[in-house]
Antibody
Framework: QVQLVQSGAEVKKPGSSVKVSCKAS????????ISWVRQAPGQGLEWMGR????????NYAQKFQGRVTITADKSTSTAYMELSSLRSEDTAVYYC??????????WGQGTLVTVSS | QSVLTQPPSVSAAPGQKVTISCSGS????????VSWYQQLPGTAPKLLIY???KRPSGIPDRFSGSKSGTSATLGITGLQTGDEADYYC????????????FGGGTKLTVL
């Protein structure tokens, strides 16, 4: 069973970028997709996009088009989510999750990104 | 405003049964499989139900899922205090703006 371990919490200034990593262990990294989901404080889950590492193809929710980039490094079994032009509303916990085309399982532990001047 | 509509909260006593609804449209629930996630306080979401009504290994049969038309339902029987959590439904959406959508979440309180 694959396990996903994410990088640590980040504090960023408005207008800057953040890059969060998600390292997979167990299973075959390239054989499944990785999605990113965020959760603002006290709010629900919001899907941001996904990548299929074996193809290197990423798809993004329209809301984040142009601001988010999801990549994957097959050599290290690590996926990345970079969000640019950060604003206070981007303060959230960011989760990676293994996408099984119709569900997400398992999930990473989450990474808190705080955007504050 | 979530594309999928869930009640903000539900509550029931220990040992009782509760259902959580998830309402959508033909572009999402009506033509796609639904999954459900449990999020205990301060933790990451965890898969509870996939493909409308299937339980992953390790999920007790107290949890069940169903779908009819453009709505889905999560059922939990024999409620335990450890079931207190937020529950989210999710599914693929074929509209242009998003690919995957979640419900707004339902907070379950076990009185």
């Amino acid at each position: 069973q694959v396990q996903l371990v994410q990088s640590g919490a980040e504090v960023k200034k408005p207008g800057s970028s953040v890059k969060v990593s998600c390292k997979a262990s167990g299973g075959t990294f390239s054989s499944y997709a990785i999605s990113w989901v965020r959760q603002a404080p006290g709010q629900g889950l919001e899907w941001m996009g996904r990548i299929i590492p074996i193809l290197g193809i990423a798809n993004y929710a329209q809301k984040f088009q142009g601001r988010v980039t999801i990549t994957a490094d097959k050599s290290t079994s690590t996926a990345y989510m970079e969000l640019s032009s950060l604003r206070s509303e981007d303060t959230a916990v960011y989760y990676c999750a293994s996408w099984k085309s119709r569900w997400f399982d398992p999930w990473g532990q989450g990474t808190l990104v705080t955007v504050s001047s | 405003q979530s594309v999928l509509t869930q009640p903000p909260s539900v509550s029931a006593a220990p040992g009782q049964k509760v259902t959580i609804s998830c309402s959508g449209s033909s572009s999402n629930i009506g033509n796609n499989y639904v999954s459900w996630y449990q999020q205990l306080p301060g933790t990451a979401p965890k898969l509870l139900i996939y493909d409308n009504n299937k339980r992953p290994s390790g999920i007790p049969d107290r949890f069940s899922g169903s779908k009819s038309g453009t709505s889905a339902t999560l059922g939990i029987t024999g409620l335990q205090t450890g079931d207190e959590a937020d529950y989210y439904c999710g599914t693929w959406d074929s509209s242009l703006s998003v690919n995957w959508v979640f419900g707004g979440g339902t907070k379950l309180t076990v009185l």
